[in-house]
């Protein structure tokens, strides 16, 4: 079975503080993305990655960064953490043009 | 920029009543994916179209795919409690070789007894 792993479920941080969120797929996927869920506006793309050490901005990649090192493993990155950044992360990967696979979810409050 | 919109947003049903959930998108793409999530939880994949004409179909829920209206429906046949949950739709975009896929709004669905 294909296995996204989400580092945290829950997470409280400070407002300012940098904040990771890790994601790791076991299944050799080219392709890995980041969203976030907030009620009434879906599933909102921030960066997605098609190979190691690439990276595309999605629809909303402001006040975030990514990096993808190693081709199993992509990193969310909150430069400085702010509460209109609470919000339900979701990672997912899959290989091109098939479907993609979730992760857990990782429910971040700033505070 | 590609646009995936759900409709209806929201459903409320009857067990034992068929519906429809629609997924229109804005541009040109020939796979489509349905996924279910649980309060809660992750996205689950239900069914993916890849092509024209595509039909699937898992128990009560029936997809298919028209590339041509840009249009993919979610059918529900004979409704039962264990179906309320929130689909979500989503579209394969090509931007620069890479894949970015891009979900609808979702439509969350509640069965009632």
């Known amino acids: 079975d294909v296995k996204v792993t989400q580092s945290s479920r829950y997470l409280v941080k400070r407002t300012g503080e940098k904040v990771f969120l890790e994601c790791v797929q076991d299944?050799?996927?080219?392709?890995m993305f980041w969203y976030r869920q907030d009620p009434g506006l879906g599933l909102r793309l921030i960066y997605f990655?098609?190979?190691?050490?690439?990276?595309e901005k999605g629809d909303i990649p402001e006040g975030y960064s990514v990096s993808r090192e190693k081709k199993e493993r992509f990193s969310l990155i909150l430069e400085s953490a702010s509460t209109n950044q609470t919000s339900m992360y979701l990672c997912?990967?899959?290989?091109?043009?098939?479907?993609?696979?979730f992760g857990q979810g990782t429910r971040l409050t700033v505070v | 920029e590609l646009k995936v919109e759900q409709n209806p947003l929201f459903l409320s049903m009857q067990e034992g009543k068929n519906y429809t959930i629609y997924c229109n998108y804005s541009?040109?793409?020939?796979?489509l994916y349905w996924y279910r999530q649980d309060p809660g939880k992750s996205l689950e994949s239900l069914f993916v179209?890849?092509?024209?004409?595509a039909v699937k179909q898992e128990g009560r829920l029936m997809a298919s795919l028209d590339t041509k209206a840009r249009l993919s429906t979610l059918h529900i046949t004979a409704a039962v409690h264990d179906l309320s949950a929130t689909y979500f739709c989503?579209?394969?975009?090509?931007?620069?070789?890479?894949?970015?896929?891009?979900f609808g709004q979702g439509t969350r669905l509640t069965i009632n007894p």
């Open positions: 997912a990967s899959n290989v091109p043009g098939k479907e993609a696979f």
């Open positions: 990655s098609y190979d190691v050490k690439m990276k």
């Open positions: 989503a579209v394969d975009a090509q931007i620069q070789g890479a894949q970015k896929l891009v």
């Open positions: 299944m050799d996927h080219e392709n």
């Open positions: 541009t040109t793409s020939d796979r």
């Open positions: 179209l890849l092509s024209n004409g």
